[in-house]
């Protein structure tokens, strides 16, 4: 009995472990995001304008914080991205490495959604060139704006929403309310596993092409 009871102290843990793991890991709509059909080149700086008069000066604080959440993450992810504030705009911003943040009645349009990321410009091999996104005049509270915000970025990472992830998985999970968050600020561990796998692939592709091309003159 002794030996029995022994067994099962020793297995117990090393059982809890393996559940632990297989929680923990990454799975596409179940914790973690699907990749989107576009995404920021690797080591862009990307220079965000807020529409004019859109924003209060607490409100832009939480939009700041999001980027530097996400600018934080470039080295673990591989991305290389930053996002810079350039200031405010009167009219949406085309250049290349440019996202404009304003507002709109996002809601009133389409019932399932109090934001909108907008790809502006995409170059021929998809990636961004510019972009704006569109928060709901509604959406006042800082916190959501924060969430709603770092949601909206990561659909610049290479992120699309989740709606069958569990909630608070991922930062791409949808949202309750125009104005409450959806229980994250920022994006997940497996959300930067994701984009860390998108950026690996893009950058593989870009080493390729250069290779062909160096091949071609040779």
């Not at 690797?42 to 980027?67: C, G, H, I, W």
């Not at 709603?148 to 989740?162: I, N, T, V, Y």
């Not at 870009?206 to 040779?218: C, H, K, T, W």
Request: aromatic share 8%; charged share 20%; glycine share 6%.
């Amino acid at each position: 009995m002794k030996h029995v009871l022994l067994a099962i102290l020793i297995l117990f843990p090393l059982a809890a472990v393996r559940a632990e793991t297989i929680v923990e890991a990454c799975v596409t709509n179940r914790n973690t995001s699907p990749v989107s059909a576009y995404h920021w080149p690797p080591d862009s700086d990307v220079k965000v304008y807020l529409m004019r008069n859109m924003f209060t000066v607490e409100q832009r604080e939480t939009l700041l914080a999001a980027m530097r959440i996400w600018s934080a993450t470039a080295a673990q992810t591989g991305a290389g991205i930053k996002f810079s504030y350039a200031g405010v705009t009167d009219e949406r911003v085309s250049c290349a490495g440019c996202l404009t943040v304003t507002r709109r009645e996002v809601y009133k349009s389409d019932r399932k959604h109090y934001a909108f990321f907008n790809p502006l410009q995409q170059d021929e091999d998809g990636l961004l060139v510019s972009a704006w996104i569109d928060f709901d005049f509604a959406t006042i509270s800082p916190r959501a704006l924060q969430g709603f915000m770092a949601h909206e970025l990561g659909h610049g990472m290479g992120l699309w929403d989740c709606p069958t992830c569990k909630k608070k998985q991922t930062i791409m999970n949808g949202f309750p309310g125009v104005n409450s968050d959806n229980g994250l600020l920022a994006p997940s561990a497996c959300d930067l596993e994701q984009v860390r796998h998108v950026y690996q692939l893009q950058r593989r592709l870009s080493s390729n092409v250069v290779v062909a091309e160096q091949l071609n003159r040779e």
